[in-house]
């Protein structure tokens, strides 16, 4: 049984996307992502001479800074800053700029669901803009699954609240990757079948899960494809848009 959506999608039908680059002037890199009526803006700063306190001098450092619309930082941004640190970490090519680092700033604009997945296209849109050394792109994806266990790809602020359960999804976009041939295999499988970052929250079985991980696996290649396009534009300020896929 599939779950009737008040704003009229299939289950794996994701919002309108639109992605904007190089928008702050004062940033090394910036851009904007839109999922429907979720929006973030993220800037990058550095790499920067020096590393922080308990991180690796010989490896460049990666700083998240989450800045919400409204209101004060709290546990749940925090929670998301971790996330998202640990994820660009391991998309960037950390030993080639040792002992600097690299700020990523997040700016809600707007939450409509699916933010840390919007913030995370977001970000990886903003390092390329940037000029930081990345293994691959990334792409993020938010799957729900609803009470009867239906799957629900890129759900709204309302579809959240209403789900029992949802997994961040990242993936990786191979077709970009600065790493040697032979790095494309881990432990036999193609980069791209791999999971960058997985985050659940509620109640799922593991079939359910498996599902999400497939259904999520199956929209990304789009989103990949949305990504790719708007980083072939020129490095003056473009804007890329599609229509629900």
Request: neutral net charge; aromatic residues 4%; charged residues 20%.
């Given at each position: 049984?599939?779950?009737?959506?008040?704003?009229?999608?299939?289950?794996?039908?994701?919002?309108?996307?639109?992605?904007?680059?190089?928008?702050?002037?004062?940033?090394?890199?910036?851009?904007?992502?839109?999922?429907?009526?979720?929006?973030?803006?993220?800037?990058?700063?550095?790499?920067?001479?020096?590393?922080?306190?308990?991180?690796?001098?010989?490896?460049?450092?990666?700083?998240?800074?989450?800045?919400?619309?409204?209101?004060?930082?709290?546990?749940?941004?925090?929670?998301?800053?971790?996330?998202?640190?640990?994820?660009?970490?391991?998309?960037?090519?950390?030993?080639?700029?040792?002992?600097?680092?690299?700020?990523?700033?997040?700016?809600?604009?707007?939450?409509?669901?699916?933010?840390?997945?919007?913030?995370?296209?977001?970000?990886?849109?903003?390092?390329?803009?940037?000029?930081?050394?990345?293994?691959?792109?990334?792409?993020?994806?938010?799957?729900?699954?609803?009470?009867?266990?239906?799957?629900?790809?890129?759900?709204?602020?309302?579809?959240?609240?209403?789900?029992?359960?949802?997994?961040?999804?990242?993936?990786?976009?191979?077709?970009?990757?600065?790493?040697?041939?032979?790095?494309?295999?881990?432990?036999?499988?193609?980069?791209?079948?791999?999971i960058i970052t997985s985050v659940t929250h509620g109640v799922?079985?593991?079939?359910?899960?498996?599902k999400c991980v497939d259904r999520g696996r199956a929209a990304?290649?789009?989103?990949?494809?949305?990504?790719?396009?708007?980083?072939?534009?020129?490095?003056?300020?473009?804007?890329?848009?599609?229509?629900?896929?």
């Amino acid at each position: 049984m599939e779950t009737d959506r008040k704003d009229g999608r299939t289950p794996n039908q994701l919002r309108p996307l639109k992605c904007s680059r190089n928008i702050l002037h004062r940033a090394h890199g910036s851009a904007s992502w839109s999922q429907g009526e979720t929006k973030v803006l993220a800037a990058v700063y550095g790499p920067k001479a020096g590393t922080k306190k308990n991180e690796d001098p010989e490896k460049a450092c990666i700083e998240v800074i989450w800045k919400p619309k409204t209101g004060q930082i709290g546990k749940a941004e925090k929670e998301c800053e971790m996330i998202m640190k640990k994820t660009i970490q391991s998309i960037c090519l950390l030993t080639i700029n040792p002992n600097t680092t690299t700020s990523v700033i997040v700016q809600v604009v707007n939450d409509d669901g699916a933010l840390l997945p919007c913030a995370i296209n977001a970000a990886c849109a903003a390092l390329v803009d940037a000029g930081i050394p990345l293994k691959h792109l990334a792409v993020a994806i938010c799957c729900c699954v609803a009470e009867e266990g239906s799957v629900v790809l890129d759900p709204t602020k309302l579809e959240e609240q209403q789900m029992r359960g949802f997994a961040y999804l990242v993936f990786p976009n191979s077709a970009l990757s600065a790493l040697p041939e032979g790095s494309y295999l881990v432990n036999g499988e193609p980069l791209e079948h791999g999971i960058i970052t997985s985050v659940t929250h509620g109640v799922m079985s593991v079939d359910e899960y498996l599902k999400c991980v497939d259904r999520g696996r199956a929209a990304c290649a789009k989103l990949s494809g949305f990504l790719r396009n708007s980083l072939q534009k020129s490095q003056f300020p473009s804007d890329t848009s599609s229509k629900a896929a």
